[in-house]
C-alpha cells in the first residue's frame, strides 16, 4: 500500500523559510517522477516543483528561484525547501506521484493526473 506523508508545514513571516517534507511507503518504482502541488481557497491546484528518477527537477513559474526540491533516496522522503516566502505562498502544499511508476514529462503542469497524493500540510505567509 502506498502512503505519502508531509510534514513541515507552518505559519512564518515573509520572507522566512519552511522546509516541506513527504515520507512515502510503498512506492518502489526504479523510474519516476513525483513532487509538490499547493492549493490556496478558491483556486486551482498548481504544480510547484518536481523531481525525476535521473534527478532532474522542474519548477512552477512562480517559486522558480525561490524553492528547492530534492529527494533522500536512503530515506525515501521528498522534501521541499521554500525560501523568501511571500503571502501568495500561503496554500495547502501536497505530495504527489503518480500511480504509474514512468517518467512524465510536464507532468507538472497535469494536477489532475492518477496520482498519488498525501494529506496536505498548510503553509500560511503572513505578517
Known amino acids: 500500500q502506498v502512503q505519502l506523508v508531509e510534514s513541515g508545514g507552518g505559519s512564518v513571516q515573509p520572507g522566512g523559510s519552511l522546509r516541506l517534507s513527504c515520507a512515502l511507503s510503498?512506492?518502489?518504482?526504479?523510474?519516476?517522477?513525483m513532487g509538490w502541488f499547493r492549493q490556496a481557497p478558491g483556486k486551482e491546484r498548481e504544480g510547484v516543483a518536481s523531481?525525476?528518477?535521473?534527478?532532474?527537477?522542474t519548477y512552477g513559474h512562480s517559486v522558480k528561484g525561490r524553492f528547492i526540491i530534492s529527494k533522500d533516496n536512503a530515506k525515501n522522503t521528498l522534501y521541499l525547501r521554500m525560501n523568501s516566502l511571500k503571502p501568495e505562498d500561503t496554500a495547502m502544499y501536497f505530495c504527489?506521484?503518480?500511480?504509474?511508476?514512468?517518467?512524465?514529462?510536464?507532468?507538472?503542469?497535469?494536477?489532475?493526473?492518477?496520482?498519488?497524493w498525501g494529506q496536505g500540510t498548510q503553509v500560511t505567509v503572513s505578517s
Open positions: 510503498g512506492y518502489t518504482y526504479r523510474y519516476y517522477v
Open positions: 523531481i525525476d528518477s535521473d534527478g532532474d527537477t
Open positions: 504527489a506521484a503518480p500511480v504509474t511508476g514512468r517518467i512524465i514529462l510536464g507532468w507538472l503542469d497535469l494536477p489532475q493526473y492518477n496520482n498519488y
